[in-house]
């Protein structure tokens, strides 16, 4: 038996209920609705790397220092994902090529943004 069965992910939106709204009309997430509108959405698999960290502080809770991270959708072809979000009139800011993977962003109804990006390094998706 696994130690940890899961990872749940707290996504900060000034408009959470367009943002919601976004992961389940537009990114075709599955949900369950905890109360009140309040979706939890079920995620693709996910992998995490850890990385050095700045100056900035990250977020804290209960008094605590809690790690920052960074939201990256994964997807296999960068400019097919980009093409089926510009149908939904979504846009992604310019692809960059970095060592690790093309990437872009999304800009969420909150006006927050996530990156998106095709790995060109190997992922631990399928283990």
Known sequence: M???NGVHVLIYTSNPEADRMF???VLGFQFVDVGGGWLIFALPPAEAA???VGDTEGPRHAGHQLLGSAVYLMCDDLRATIAS???RNIRCTDV???RWGIKTTIRLPSGGEIGLYQPT???ALSL
Do not use: I, N, Y
Request: charged residues 35%; hydrophobic residues 40%.
């Open 50 to 52: 850890f990385h050095p």
């Open 96 to 98: 960059e090529e970095e």
């Open 2 to 4: 696994a130690l940890v």
């Open 23 to 25: 992961f389940r009309d």
């Open 85 to 87: 979000l510009a149908s």
């Open 121 to 123: 390094h190997e992922t």
